[in-house]
């Protein structure tokens, strides 16, 4: 299966495509879509959801993974985010990729063990996970991460309809 894992911003947003391939999982593409912080929002907007576009023109994702929006202190923070978040579900919608939400807790919890991880501690696993010749950047490894998390997640979800039994939270 190939997925697509996304940190959503409004200046920038992280994207990842992976393949799992069995108890593999493979980097095919990952990266940032940076906009310019002084723009409109709405061609932020446009500029995030063109560049999401073109991501998946080009590696096919089966499915998509998104991080949730966090209770932000700055409720203009949480509605920007929105917004971002907003344009990358319409571009995934408009091309038929079943979404996925994933809480940020959770994310962090299921690649390095603590809800309460680093960024910087994120993006070191994430590189020995996928065997990267380098760390990646906060928003380009916590994309990496969303998409790890919903592979790993789909994979326990195959195996216990597999057995015959449902997954327990």
Request: hydrophobic share 45%; glycine share 10%.
């Amino acid at each position: 299966m190939i997925a697509m894992g996304l940190d959503p911003g409004t200046i920038c947003t992280g994207y990842a495509v992976l393949r799992g391939d069995g108890n593999r999982i493979i980097r095919l593409k990952s990266g940032t879509i940076r906009t310019a912080s002084k723009a409109p929002l709405e061609t932020r907007l446009l500029e995030i959801y063109d560049g999401l576009i073109r991501v998946i023109r080009e590696n096919g994702p089966q499915e998509a993974a998104v991080e949730n929006i966090f209770f932000a202190k700055n409720a203009m923070s949480a509605l920007k985010l929105g917004h971002a978040r907003g344009a990358i579900l319409l571009a995934l919608a408009q091309n038929g990729i079943e979404v996925t939400s994933y809480a940020p807790a959770l994310i962090k919890r299921s690649i390095v063990g603590s809800g309460r991880a680093a960024k910087s501690q994120i993006g070191k696993v994430v590189r020995t996970i996928l065997k990267m010749p380098h760390t990646p950047g906060e928003d380009e490894g916590d994309a990496l991460a969303v998409a790890i998390c919903h592979l790993n997640a789909s994979r326990l979800v195959a195996r216990q309809a597999k057995i015959g039994t449902s997954p327990k939270c």
